[in-house]
């Protein structure tokens, strides 16, 4: 028989290698489109991550922002003020010289005060006093209640971190467009002109952190003093040696003396100040012609008064001069 040909037999194990490259190549290829697929897709969520992370922190500075410009609202919204009153009844154990405090916190802003506090401090304008001023704040009237308080002033203003003189004694919440007030009598055993500030702070309606209204104020020696009018010939002052004259704005007389409305200041009256037990005033020389102006002289009701009183009577002449305090 003649020899069989492999013709066929190689044709298939070619054909089958060529498929089987086909096969290898399309693996291959669908593996890289799988890679790629998948570098894609890590891309697109790196993208998406980093646009999401662009977006909680923009979120987060207008959150910010919005927060911040409340902060202010409120800030700008909130009134806090403190006057100078004549004082009513001293108190038990009132110090010498005393004056009432008016006090008022108004919230203008859209949103409610909660855990509000008031305080204040005071401290003595001159420095370098013989001794420390001793002070007293007791509650007299009012819907802010302030707890009582005695000691000694510091020499001058700590500042916003310094421990206050007087501060509420519970939290104060306050509506929006709501007010509240406090009458507080005021006593120190030292005439001496004193700088008052007052601050009300409270929690952050948005974040919680503590937010601070301050306002500062001043008292004067004229404010603390006893002051009264007294009618001609009726005071047996002697005047004081070595003390000079003094002009004084009549309508500012009245204010600080409480000149009654129907009495006129004539030559002979005395604008009196009480100092402690001595008596010490202006008496009324003459009616200036072209102005609202009193000349007047130092006199005093004791020997021991006119010696210690010479460098506080400079105090209260300029005083005088100036421009009226803050109504009593």
């Not at 646009?51 to 500075?61: D, K, L, P, S």
């Not at 009582?148 to 002033?153: D, E, H, Q």
């Not at 007047?296 to 010696?307: H, P, R, Y």
Request: proline share 8%; glycine share 10%; with cysteine.
């Amino acid at each position: 028989m003649p020899p069989q040909s492999n013709t066929g037999s190689g044709a298939r194990d070619a054909g089958d290698a060529g498929d089987a490259g086909d096969a290898a190549q399309g693996a291959g290829d669908m593996v890289k489109g799988l890679s790629d697929a998948a570098q894609t897709i890590g891309l697109s969520l790196q993208a998406m991550q980093r646009a999401m992370i662009g977006n909680v922190e923009q979120a987060a500075r207008l959150t910010l922002s919005m927060n911040q410009m409340m902060e202010e609202l409120v800030r700008r919204s909130v009134r806090v003020s403190v006057f100078a009153r004549r004082p009513s009844e001293a108190p038990p154990g009132a110090l010498a010289y005393r004056t009432d405090l008016a006090v008022s916190v108004a919230n203008g802003s859209p949103v409610p005060l909660q855990g509000a506090c008031v305080k204040l401090w005071f401290a003595p304008r001159r420095p370098r006093l013989p001794r420390p001023v001793r002070a007293q704040v007791e509650p007299a009237a009012g819907g802010i209640a302030f707890a009582p308080s005695c000691g000694s002033l510091p020499s001058a203003d700590g500042g916003p971190d310094c421990e206050p003189f007087a501060q509420t004694a519970r939290a104060l919440s306050l509506a929006s467009g709501a007010a509240a007030d406090a009458r507080l009598a005021l006593s120190v055993d030292a005439l001496e002109q004193l700088s008052g500030r007052i601050a009300v702070e409270f929690p952050s309606p948005g974040t919680g952190q503590p937010l601070r209204v301050e306002h500062q104020f001043g008292l004067h020696l004229l404010q603390l003093a006893a002051c009264s009018f007294v009618r001609a010939d009726a005071a047996p002052l002697a005047a004081v040696d070595g003390a000079g004259p003094v002009d004084v704005d009549l309508g500012r007389a009245r204010d600080v003396f409480a000149v009654p409305p129907a009495d006129g200041i004539a030559p002979g009256s005395v604008l009196a100040i009480r100092l402690g037990e001595s008596l010490l005033g202006l008496r009324v020389r003459s009616i200036h012609d072209r102005a609202p102006v009193a000349a007047c002289e130092w006199v005093a009701g004791s020997s021991d008064c006119q010696a210690d009183a010479h460098e506080l009577m400079l105090r209260l002449a300029d005083e005088l001069r100036a421009r009226a305090p803050a109504s009593r």
